[in-house]
Structures are given as C-alpha cells and as structure tokens.
C-alpha cells in the first residue's frame, strides 16, 4: 500500500505528514498510541512498537495437491516464507490421508505443532520466536557440521565402520531440518526490519545475498549426507591406495568448503578466489578415482561412482559459496 503526503513544517522547525486513517485503525492504532520510527536505505518506516510485524496466514487446499510429495513442498514452503500459520483444509471428507500426509510434514520442520485440528482443516502453528536467535552462529555451526558429516562418512568407507557410517548419514538428514530454518529466519529478516538490525544486517541486499549463501550450504549438506549414504552399498573393502585418495579428495573439498564459509562471513576476496581456484584439483583426484584400475575391478563400482561425484558436488557449491562472498563484498 502506497499513499502520496505533502510534508508539513510546524513552526518549531519539525516536519509532520498525515497518515491514512484506515492504516492507523488496522494496527489497532488511535490518538496518543505509541509507535517506533527508523530509516533505512533512505526509506522512513513506521511500526507498532513491542510487536512482531505478522506474516499473512498462509491457506492450503489438501484437494488441490493430490499427492503427499506436493502437500510436503507445499507446508515447506509455507514455513520457509516465514507463516506463523499455515491452515489445510479439504472438502472432500471421506478422504482422511492428508492429515497423515500433513503430520509427517511436520517432522521435517522446527518449531511448528498443530495448534487446531477439527474434520475437514488442520491449522498449523509457528512457536519459535526468532529473536531468539543468532543466525549467523548457527550457519557457523551448520557449516562445521556438513564438514564433519563428509569427513566421518569418507573415514568410515576406508575403515569399513558401518556404525559411523550410519551416524553421519543420520546427522547429515538432521541437518535438513536445520537448513529449513535457517532458510525461514533469512526469509523472515528480508520482510521485519527490526529482525534485520537483530541479524546484524546492514542492507536488504546483504539478506538476499544471505539467503543464496544459505541455499549453498543446504546444498552441501545434502551431498555430504548422500555421500554417508552411499557408503553401506559398498561391497568388500577398498584397496589401500583407493583410500588414500578418497581421504585427499574429501580433505581437499571439506577444506574448500570451510574457507568458502570463512570468505562469506569476513568478506574475504582472497580465500574466495583461493577456493575457486581449488576446483581443479578436486576434479583432477575424480578423475585418477574413476580411471584407475582399482576402480575398474572393484565390484562395487555404481555407489562409489555415487561417492566421489558427490563429494565433487560438494566442492562445486563450496564454489559456488565462494561467489556468493563475492556478491556479499560488493552488496
């Protein structure tokens, strides 16, 4: 909503301007209320102040989807927008599967429980308030443990420990989870200035440069989980000399992706460059793995093909992490 104002002098020198009586009355506003001003990137603003600026409820017709995949991205999406209620309905009330397909959702989320459930809706509701927390600390943790994941998931190959294995595999699908949110407190930030200023964000630019950071990180989380995925189906022991290079291509990208992170926070254009310029070494050790003659023989070889193009996966968006922290220095 937009309003042109011609601004006013009072005789103290102050300038006033009227606002439309319709905003003042939806935010529950009269004569003598408090509000909050700011300006920001040559914007003034004006809020209610002591409250968080609401996302509109987001609505969901289950009917409308059809399927569990599609109700899933639906509720996802719903979340990472930033809705701190999501209400699924259906008008077809013999069909009850979508409130299963509904609750499964959930478990993929932080932070929401359904808050209402009655036969024919489902309302969801967000109990998380993100002042709560320091996003650039957890994509510092977030980082450190996608890193770790590829690590144990390589050692536990070589090592043929499938208790490892299976641990990095169930910390590397925890991290989606934690990826999701990350992605909601960004999202969050672009459209509350105050959660901004909280996240320590100078400009709207900085949050969207963020936000892509963020998509590349849950990109490398997937692979380094994939990578612990795939390591079960790997029959009978490597040699020692396949080891050796497993264990220097996932040092090689585990260290890309640590600078690439360090790049983005201290607006390094050095390491970022150093990173880029990394790539080839990564796509040289794929290549002596597939080509060599212990790949050849090795009984095995589809989910170790699977292996090593993940972890080259994970060095390209280390790469591409790396361009974000370009981005982020010219923002």
Known sequence: MKEMRKLQITKGGTYIATLPKEWIESLGLS?????????????????????????EPREIDAESFGDRKLLEIGIMASYIQGHDVTRITSGNPGNREWKT???DALKGLVGIEIWDDSSDSIKL???IDPYKFDLMKMMEKFSANCASVLTDAISSLVTQNAGLASDAFDRGNELTRTYRMLMRLAMLSSKEKDLRKHFGFLSLSEVIVTVIAIREMGRIAYYAMRTAQHVPEIKGSIS?????????ME??????QRKAFFSFMNRSLKVA??????MPKV?????QIHESSDFTKLASRLPMALIIRDIRAVAGYAVALADDAVLGIFS
Not at 251 to 256: A, E, H, I, L, R
Not at 283 to 287: D, G, K
């Open 240 to 248: 020692d000399a396949m080891g050796e290079k497993l264990h220097q």
């Open 101 to 103: 397909w509904a609750r």
């Open 273 to 278: 460059s150093q990173v880029i310029d990394t």
């Open 31 to 55: 004569r003598g209320s408090p509000i909050t001003l700011g300006m920001e990137n040559g914007e003034i603003w004006i809020s209610k102040p002591g409250q968080r600026p609401q996302v």
């Open 251 to 256: 040092k090689v990208t585990s260290d890309m």
């Open 283 to 287: 796509r040289n050790l794929y290549a």
């Open 125 to 127: 509701q967000n109990l």
